[in-house]
């Protein structure tokens, strides 16, 4: 049976009907919001900015989503958001960004609390098929529920290529915890954390989507659209395709594709409501905007490429421009992903399993993806630059940020 994924236009400024009309065109709510249900409504609250410039869920529509839960008499509603902890800075205010982005007072409005999940109690669960992580730390709220709803905001992300409502869970993982994913494989760590804490609905806000590096308003793409499904997966499918990206360029959804077997592309969605075809755009991705603040670089794509080699190539390229060797990096060739004509020039690098065959033409690290360490060191062979200096300075910057980070908790 196919699954369904309903779109919605906004019209007239009128995001709670377009949310009601999306979510009854999908089949409705009343399948898991129960009498007895305790739900958590789950935005993408990442950083303090305002609703409207696509960084963060429209407070609208998690007003609108909360607002039904609560007509269908849910036992308990709560609001929950853990915000970012970065490498390089300290962790956001969870607080301040349900403040800045109304999502507070649109709470406030329907007397809803809100739970900041960076200070939430911790739970440490075993991963029943680890990838990557035996065990992941998740917000206690988001385990002692029966239904969580995802409203993420729809967008385009540096790591992942794409974020929509199966990404969203990444915050629920109390602060600093978050960055461990980040280090051993972003794609692989979100299917390990959501073989352990997984929403059961989405509404994708893609009233104002965001491509590239999500600079408002240059990147904005205004769509005026609300996206809604009771099988997330197939909802962030659809979503995919609304930003013209392969599902097979966003790793974590291409796995659980694959894995499943109930939903492995648009052709096993039934799209209800507005077309697809009519809203579809193409977005720029993150990593393509990410390479423009690298003219001298030249990434060779192939087929197969995909998010999990983009993790490593943003995480390499960024600590050897901080070591200094952004001169030894003009000129560079990455070949990535299996490209059917690789270049024949001086600085090349191979990076990925799938590219094994190619390893003849550069400096080449194995893997699927390929280890941080691995990678850095066959784009610094390559260029000429010294990898011990790159991976010093990045250990330098880890460990200046877990300093940070230790101060801010001991406060
Ligand atoms: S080696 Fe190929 S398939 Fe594996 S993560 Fe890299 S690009 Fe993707």
């Not at 739900?39 to 407070?59: F, M």
Request: charged fraction near 25%; include cysteine.
């Amino acid at each position: 049976m196919k699954r369904k994924v309903a779109i919605s236009p906004v019209q007239e400024g009128d995001v709670d009907a377009a949310v009601r009309r999306a979510v009854g065109l999908a089949g409705g709510l009343q399948e898991l919001v129960k009498s007895d249900s305790r739900v958590v409504v789950k935005p993408n609250l990442c950083q303090p900015q305002p609703s409207g410039t696509g960084i963060v869920t429209d407070a609208r529509v998690t007003e609108a989503v909360t607002r039904m839960v609560l007509d269908m008499g849910a036992a308990s509603v709560v609001i929950a958001e853990g915000s970012i902890a970065s490498f390089d800075g300290e962790s956001v205010s969870t607080e301040e960004c349900f403040e800045v982005s109304g999502t507070a007072d649109a709470a406030r409005r329907l007397g809803v609390e809100t739970r900041y999940l960076n200070s939430d109690a911790v739970a440490e669960v075993a991963v029943p098929q680890p990838l990557v992580m035996d065990r992941v730390k998740v917000a206690r709220t988001m385990l002692d529920c029966d239904v969580i709803v995802s409203v993420p905001v729809l967008k385009s992300h540096i790591r992942a290529n794409a974020t929509i409502s199966l990404k969203n869970m990444w915050g629920v993982q109390p602060g600093a915890a978050k960055r461990e994913g980040h280090r051993r494989g972003l794609d692989l760590a979100i299917i390990d954390l959501l073989s352990v804490v997984r929403p059961a609905y989405a509404v994708i806000d893609a009233i104002l989507a965001l491509e590239g590096l999500w600079r408002y308003p240059e990147d904005a793409q205004r769509m005026d659209l609300v996206i809604a499904g009771n099988d997330p997966l197939a909802a962030d499918i659809v979503g995919c395709s609304l930003m013209g990206m392969p599902v097979a360029r966003v790793r974590h959804l291409d796995y659980l594709a694959r894995q499943e077997g109930a939903v492995s592309g648009l052709e096993q969605i039934e799209v209800l409501g507005e077309p697809l075809e009519k809203h579809r755009r193409q977005f720029k991705t993150a990593f393509d905007a990410f390479l423009e603040a690298f003219p001298g670089i030249r990434v060779l794509q192939g087929g197969s490429f995909c998010s999990g080699c983009v993790h490593e190539i943003v995480t390499a390229l960024r600590h050897m421009k901080n070591a200094g060797y952004e001169a030894e990096m003009e000129g560079l060739s990455i070949i990535v992903g299996n490209p059917s004509q690789p270049p024949a020039a001086a600085k090349t690098a191979v990076l990925g399993s799938c590219s094994e065959t190619l390893a003849g033409f550069g400096a080449y690290a194995s893997g699927c993806a390929p280890p941080e360490d691995a990678t850095i060191e066959a784009l610094c062979q390559a260029c000429g630059a010294d990898p011990e200096t790159v991976k010093a300075r990045r250990d330098e910057t880890r460990r200046q940020w877990w300093e940070s980070t230790a101060a801010l908790l001991l406060r």
